[in-house]
């Protein structure tokens, strides 16, 4: 069986600076892989970039999600192919509330799956399953999308969208950043139930106390662009007793081995 | 009484065209304006532009336009503090008394020299038919001059802008045209005075060329007007990377308009104006401001702070103009007033022009009065209601002088509007 | 709401004009051009008082002595007053009740959405339906007249309460106010008038609905509207034309009274026909409505959403005078392909401690252009006056233009005025986190721009605002990609 997500050799550039200088990556149906590395080494970018951000360059490379070419689709095709970006720094939309958002949202995905749309009843009780999960306050789909969230709103929100939309890979983008413990076991907790052998996740974090909580089958190191470590979680907490410079001194020299099922 | 003036004005024309040894290509273009002007007269409020600033006040005199019989430097104290001019712009005649290194000054006779350096005439910058002070400046500007600056100035040039009407009223019209070299920097400080029991009114006419990754410092000092009237027009364009930062700080005059036009006209420019306006008494100060965005990548900012006291009217108009694809633009414009009198006036035209899309403008007006519960604070701790006022109007209309480019600078700034403010110096020591 | 909105980004599938149809309705049409013989033909068609003749006349001559004015930002062609026909009515329509309405016509309201059997009207609202010159038909009016509201067309209101409409009939906008009230006082032919007596809040939303049917006629309704003490009344107003190559004239005049302590809320949803892409046809929408706050601790409140009309030039205004007065504005205004909207407010602070708001949203698309302009004017007197205006633009593309210019006139020092403005295109952050979610781009910005006029629209009442959001999305359709 081939994988889910397979990039090769991607190379991504913004306002002529090369920032992904040759990622190659497979992620298989059911596995979790989390993404470390320093602070600019180009983690969002590789997620952004498989969103499908226009204002990113791609001068090499090749990415199939499913089978299909992922660079050639609409950002919203690749959502409604079952891939879902958690932002990192998710954005303010004034005015326009929580339940229109997402109700819309939802009913374009389950249009892309041949599923009926559900009424605003149907959609209530959906959401408000789910919002249970995590324990969201029940005023939360009436707030304008992510407008005056704390940071730990906007995260938790994050997660709440995955759960309803239900896609078969979802990128988090430091989900766990600007959480208190209480909401980080919730949060995990809300993946974990996600997981399963037809849903794949790519988690990227600073911290490998996240990775307690979602336990990954792959960890990789991302240096200036490059996969530069891959391994088990033993990496994650290697890099976290040693930090990265150690990766830097063994340089370009270390060749990214690809996770293999 | 603008007609009046006119004829005068057209007869004073015919005397000195037949007298003049001007090349004839400048000849010309002072007959066109003059013939501008007379058609279509000059504006009222029924013009948009003059909306809310009436020249009955203005026009009502007979202006002679000729230099003075006298070219000695009168003994004149321009603003305290300041350094003295190095050059003087008496009646609009050059008088150098210094020029720094790497400023060349050159008048009207250079313009059209034959051969290979021939400069073009002045009015790039400006509307010399459509503006009727333009065109007035135009017509009778005694000698317009070019200043270019070559190098970098470690000093800010300090120019003497006076009127003189001892004998007859007076109309001054200084016509500057001034370029400064790519890549250097320079400041220059402008200080309008007036001198003579009659009224006059000067009229200047400045042009500024900015060549790329210029950057230069302009104060409009409107300190030392006392009654008489000014209307001053600055146009400017910039070139790519060019900088440019105009202060307008006025504080006499009994009316005074101020136009500054900008063109951003080279990418990743940025502009940003500056005024601080003290209006007492019957004063009418009109600020006019036009930013126009032409080229992508450019930023501007205008931040106005004006006061009206007793009788006094302030206006401002205030257009940020974005070009179709000057994509990347930021602008930004403030105009915030106080109205501290049931006889005084404040008028606000913030306006947004835009035809692209890839912007942010913003423009915000606000017209009121001093913050009552700062005045109680400030009684509350023992400084009497009077002194609490003046140091609140203070504290707000100062703000546009923090940018000054030095603090010697900035002090004097301060100091003079503290005097105007008739706040004791010693309360900002 | 938020359920509403759903609905709305679903309906935006057809990105026609709906309502473009023309209904075969038989009319009595004047002659094409103006003259003082045109006037007198309409007058004696509405059979009204000599009084009316006099002041129609003595507005067309004035009018005749005036000059179309050209200080909006919008451009059009000459207009040849002498081409268009002043005067278009159906034949069939002086019926007792409702019941005997010519099927056509009623076949015609039908389609548009505006059902003229009361049973089958939306619960609460009354309608008072205007084809092309003449009103047709009015609902609920003797439910009202039980709680002493006048609810009746021009024409009647002309016959059976003269002394009210001669009393306040441009009391507030005089046929000397500008060149299109001139024209509209000269030859208006019908409208709306509603009294509500003192101290009656009136119990539904009162609505009039214009279409214009004819081809190559104006329409030149007028309205007045009086809240007397302590009365309140909510009215809405909605429009449609058909799809025609040619331009067509609307010139209304609406005039508001509140007075002491009375409350006149005023909705506008505005779709006359915009014209194709090109700019081909459409409406010319030169309206003059404008709100007096007569009474101590009166309120008029204006809420529009305009997306329709080729051009709009209308500024609806309030003047403060009774002290303690409040005024309002919130308006959306849309425009996209070749349109051009020039549309803002007037608040005039007479009165002591009179407070002002203004919120205006524009939205500019396609090759459009599209203008705030208004007026705040604190005069010495009013003392402790407040106004507070935020006006924004939303730039979709490159091809349009978004402006402000405001006008600010402050003459008395205890007033506070407060003007923000700002204009930007549609943040591309909030796009494509819509698009990561699956949704399409163009719905992502129909439901952007639905947050971004949300303080406006949540003026509007219930009924209205659904319309008002469906029309966004409307209007907005092929200005991305
Ligand atoms: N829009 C942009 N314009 C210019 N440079 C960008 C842009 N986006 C990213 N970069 C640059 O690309 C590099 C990688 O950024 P990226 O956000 O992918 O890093 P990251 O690994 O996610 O870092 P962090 O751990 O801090 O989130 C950085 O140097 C950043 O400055
Ligand atoms: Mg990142």
């Keep these: 069986m081939s994988a889910l997500l397979q990039i090769r050799n991607l190379r991504v550039a913004i306002e002529g600076k090369e920032i992904l200088r040759g990622v190659s990556l497979d992620v298989y149906a059911g596995e979790v892989h989390a993404i470390m590395g320093p602070n600019g080494s180009g983690k969002s970018t590789l997620a952004a970039v498989l969103a499908g951000r226009e204002e990113y360059e791609v001068l090499e490379g090749e990415v199939l999600f499913d089978g299909q070419n992922l660079l050639e689709m609409e950002p919203e095709e690749r959502a409604r192919a079952g891939l879902f970006l958690a932002f990192q720094y998710p954005v303010e939309i004034p005015g326009v509330s929580m339940a229109t958002f997402l109700r819309t949202a939802l009913n374009e995905v389950r249009k892309a799956r041949g599923q009926e749309p559900l009424d605003p009843i149907q959609f209530l009780s959906y959401a408000r399953e789910r919002m249970s999960w995590l324990g969201m306050e029940p005023d939360f789909l009436q707030r304008a999308v992510n407008e005056g969230f704390s940071g730990g709103e906007k995260k938790r929100g994050e997660i709440f969208q995955l759960l309803l939309l239900e896609p078969r890979l979802a990128i988090l983008d430091e989900t766990d950043s600007g959480l208190d413990i209480d909401a980080l076991k919730i949060v995990a907790s809300g993946v974990n139930r996600m997981r399963s052998p037809e849903r794949s996740f790519i988690v990227i974090t600073h911290y490998q106390r996240l990775l307690n909580y979602i336990v990954p089958d792959v960890v990789h190191v991302l240096f200036d662009g490059r996969i530069v470590r891959t391994g088990g979680r033993e990496l994650a907490l290697e890099l976290e007793e040693r930090g990265y410079d150690w990766l830097r001194s063994e340089g370009e020299l270390v060749l990214p081995t690809l996770g293999e099922q | 009484m603008a007609a009046e003036l006119l004829e005068h004005l057209r007869e004073q024309f015919l005397r000195l065209e037949q007298t003049s040894s001007e090349p004839s290509e400048l000849l010309q273009q002072r007959r066109r304006a003059l013939e501008a002007l007379l058609q279509r007269g000059f504006p009222t409020t029924r013009h948009e532009d003059w909306k809310y600033t009436s020249l009955a006040p203005v026009l009502r005199y007979r202006y002679e336009v000729g230099a003075p019989a006298s070219e000695e430097l009168p003994s004149l104290s321009m603003v305290q503090g300041l350094p003295q001019p190095q050059l003087w712009l008496l009646d609009g005649v050059p008088h150098v008394h210094e020029l720094p290194a790497g400023v060349e000054l050159r008048t009207a006779e250079r313009f059209a020299l034959n051969g290979a350096r021939r400069e073009p005439l002045p009015g790039q910058l400006v509307d010399v038919e459509g503006d009727a002070f333009v065109a007035l400046n135009t017509a009778f500007a005694p000698v317009p001059l070019t200043l270019t600056m070559r190098e970098s100035l470690p000093m800010p040039m300090h120019i003497g802008v006076v009127t003189q009407a001892d004998a007859v009223p007076r109309l001054g019209q200084p016509r500057l045209l001034m370029s400064v070299a790519s890549g250097t920097s320079a400041a220059l400080i402008f200080s309008f005075a007036h001198h003579g029991a009659n009224p006059s009114l000067t009229n200047a006419v400045f042009e500024l060329l900015l060549q790329p990754n210029a950057a230069l410092d302009v104060l409009l000092w409107q300190d030392g007007l006392a009654d008489a009237f000014a209307v001053t027009t600055l146009a400017a364009r910039l070139e790519s990377g060019a900088r440019l930062r105009v202060w307008t700080l006025s504080f006499s005059g009994a009316l005074v308009r101020n136009n500054v036009y900008i063109r951003l006209a080279g990418g990743a420019a940025d502009a940003q104006l500056y005024g601080v306006t003290m209006a007492t008494g019957q004063r009418l100060v009109d600020h006019h401001t036009r930013v126009e965005h032409e080229a992508e990548g450019c930023s501007s900012n205008q931040l106005y702070k004006s006061l009206a006291q007793e009788r006094a009217t302030v206006n401002f108009t205030g257009r940020i103009y974005v070009h179709p694809g000057a994509q990347r633009t930021n602008a930004y414009q403030a105009h915030r007033a106080l109205l501290l009198s049931t006889q005084a006036t404040v008028n606000a035209r913030p306006q947004l022009e835009i035809y692209a899309d890839d912007v942010r403008c913003t423009h915000g007006a606000a017209v009121g009065n001093l913050d009552e519960q700062a005045l109680f604070y400030l009684r509350s701790r023992g400084i009497p209601e009077a002194q609490a006022r003046k140091l609140l109007l203070y504290a707000f209309v100062r703000e546009p002088l923090e940018a000054l480019p030095s603090d010697a600078l900035r002090e004097l700034a301060e100091r003079s509007l503290a005097e105007h403010i008739q706040l004791p110096i010693e309360e900002f020591a | 709401m938020p359920v509403q909105q759903d609905e709305v980004l679903q309906q935006v599938t057809q990105s026609e004009y709906k309502y473009g149809f023309v209904a075969n309705i038989e009319e009595e049409i004047a002659p094409v051009g103006l003259n003082e013989d045109i006037i007198r033909f309409i007058w004696e068609r509405k059979g009204e008082p000599e009084w009316m003749l006099e002041w129609r006349l003595r507005a067309y001559r004035h009018w005749k002595t005036m000059q179309e004015p050209r200080w909006a930002k919008v451009v059009y062609p000459p207009i040849d007053y002498q081409a268009i026909s002043y005067y278009a009515a159906p034949k069939k329509r002086h019926v007792q009740s409702l019941d005997e309405i010519d099927p056509e016509i009623r076949r015609m309201f039908e389609k548009l959405g505006i059902p003229l059997e009361e049973q089958k009207l939306l619960a609460g609202v009354a309608v008072d339906a205007v084809l092309d010159s003449a009103s047709v038909a009015t609902t609920f009016k003797e439910k009202l007249a039980e709680l002493g509201i006048i609810f009746c067309s021009m024409s009647e209101a002309i016959q059976k309460y003269p002394e009210l409409v001669q009393k306040y009939l441009g009391s507030v906008v005089p046929y000397t106010d500008n060149f299109f009230a001139a024209l509209n006082s000269a030859v208006f032919s019908d409208g709306s008038f509603v009294y509500v007596p003192p101290g009656v809040r009136c119990p539904m939303e009162l609505s009039t609905y214009f279409r214009i049917n004819a081809a190559r006629t104006g329409q030149f309704e007028r309205t007045l509207i009086i809240a007397d003490e302590g009365a309140y009344v909510s009215y809405l107003e909605g429009c449609t ?241």
């Design chain 3, 241 to 481: 034309a058909p799809m025609r190559d040619e331009n067509q004239l609307h010139a209304a005049v609406v005039e508001l009274i509140a007075l002491d302590g009375a409350e006149i809320k005023y909705s506008t949803v505005q779709n006359w026909y915009p014209g194709d892409r090109e700019g081909r046809g459409g409406i010319y929408n030169f309206v003059t409505k404008r709100g007096i706050c007569l009474g101590r601790e009166s309120k008029i409140s204006w809420t529009q959403v305009e997306t329709g009309s080729a051009i709009t030039w209308k500024y609806p205004s309030v003047i403060l005078k009774g002290e303690g007065s409040v005024g309002e504005f919130y308006s959306v205004a849309v425009t996209n392909h070749r349109q051009q909207a020039d549309t803002g407010t007037k608040m005039i602070h007479i009165g002591r401690h009179t407070r002002s708001r203004i919120v205006s949203k524009g939205i500019a698309a396609g090759h459009s252009s599209n203008t705030y302009r208004g007026l705040v004017r604190i005069l010495r007197g009013a003392d402790y006056a407040r106004n507070y205006t935020q006006c924004d633009s939303l730039l979709i593309g490159s091809s349009c233009g978004a402006h402000t210019f405001p006008y600010i006139e402050v003459l008395n020092p205890t007033a506070v005025t407060e003007h923000e403005a700002m204009t930007s295109k549609i943040g591309e952050d909030m796009l494509f986190y819509c698009r990561q979610r699956g949704i399409s781009e163009e719905d992502a910005v129909a439901l952007i721009v639905n947050g971004y006029c949300r303080e406006v629209l949540l003026h509007l009442p219930m009924e209205f605002a659904v319309e008002a959001q469906k029309l966004l999305a409307i209007s907005l359709e092929g200005s991305v990609g």
